[in-house]
């Protein structure tokens, strides 16, 4: 396969560089193809028709334009190998510093992979970066444009009879769009995962049962880290359970909830067993430690409207709530002991914030009450005094 490859890279024609000002009749005929090639990467550096398709441009027969070198990439089975012809060289790649492996990559994919033998329905290089009209990724017009990606994949994964015939789901990419993850990329967030974080791009493949939580500790690492300590990944790991996939899903992640804790476990465990009793307990303690901040909370704005010096007891609930953060990941291990002495910093604290906001507030109460008698009494005396001094008239 190398040599061969290796081959088809040696006689191909170099890249016409030349001046966009040369003569050519290839927009004679393709006047459609020159508004959308003029727009593209590969036009504002300088490569022109024949770059890709060979052929003579000056040639104004279509006989004599289309013979030779031209090769018109109509067989889909030819286009990663044209592309691979400059994206493959890496004394041309070197100055975009762009990577040379892509092809590479490409032919251990799933899709590369069923190229090969012979399945011309499968992604190509021109299905995700287009075919003359070809963007930059930075661009935001590009197909491969972070908040296109998911986009460009569902040209092939959301049609249901292309689908069919992999028996794969033509519901990835809607159930993404609904995910925590979707909602976070279509709001902009550049950190946010798409397909191509998890999947890989040029070697996409999904990733095996046991590599899940590897590609999500990618950007969940602590997470990960608990899971390892858990029960769950060797006992997932045998039943065959993609080990995060199992309690999250794949695609339509939602924003986890305390709830999870009491529904999720018992879709493998019975309700009364050790395992749901156990996340039964973990549940709790998240519960009564976040109803004790939710509280202290309540007591702290309350206090703001008086108004009272509240800032000590906002930057403590802050400590309070950042104990729950910890929370999240810890619970991955399924150790109650670890959960049950973060919840117990978090609700003490709001506890004690509870106690020293309700001190201040009778104190408060009590000061107004002083005051109001101190003035009932000024006000008293005022007009004892008076009655006092009109009688001595």
Known sequence: MHFFLALFLVTQPVPDTASHATASYCETCHSDVKVEFKSSVHFREGFTCTSCHGGDPKASVETAAHGGSFRSLKDRK??????????????????????????????????????????????????????????????PQSQTH???????????????????????????????????HGKAMH????????????????????PGVGDVSIVCGNCHQEERNNFRLSPHRHAMADAGIPECA???????????????????????????????KRGQDIHNLIVAAEDEIKKADQSVQEAAKIPLDVSDYQARLEEARTYMVQVLPVGHSLMTNEVEDLTRHAKSTALEIQEEVQKKQEIFRTRRIVLVLIWFYILLSIVIIDQYRRQMQ
Do not use: F
């Open 78 to 139: 030819q286009i990663p190998l044209a592309c691979a012809s400059c994206h493959s060289d890496s004394a041309r790649m070197k100055a975009y510093g762009l990577p040379t492996d892509q092809l590479a990559l490409y032919q251990t994919s799933i899709h590369g992979k069923r190229l090969a033998e012979g399945d011309t329905r499968v992604a190509v290089c021109t299905d995700c970066h287009g075919v003359h009209q070809i963007l930059p990724p930075t661009d």
């Open 246 to 276: 199992g309690c999250h899903s794949n695609h339509r992640i939602l924003k986890t909830s305390d709830a999870l804790w009491s529904t999720t476990c018992q879709q493998c465990h019975a309700a009364d067993s050790a395992e749901s």
């Open 187 to 206: 709001e902009g967030n550049k950190r946010a995962p798409v397909c191509s974080s998890c999947h890989g791009n040029h070697g996409a493949a999904p």
């Open 146 to 180: 972070y908040r296109n990606i998911a986009a460009t994949c569902e040209h092939c994964h959301g049609d249901k009879q292309l689908m069919a015939n992999y028996k794969i789901s033509a519901q990835v990419v809607a159930d993404y769009d609904e995910s925590v």
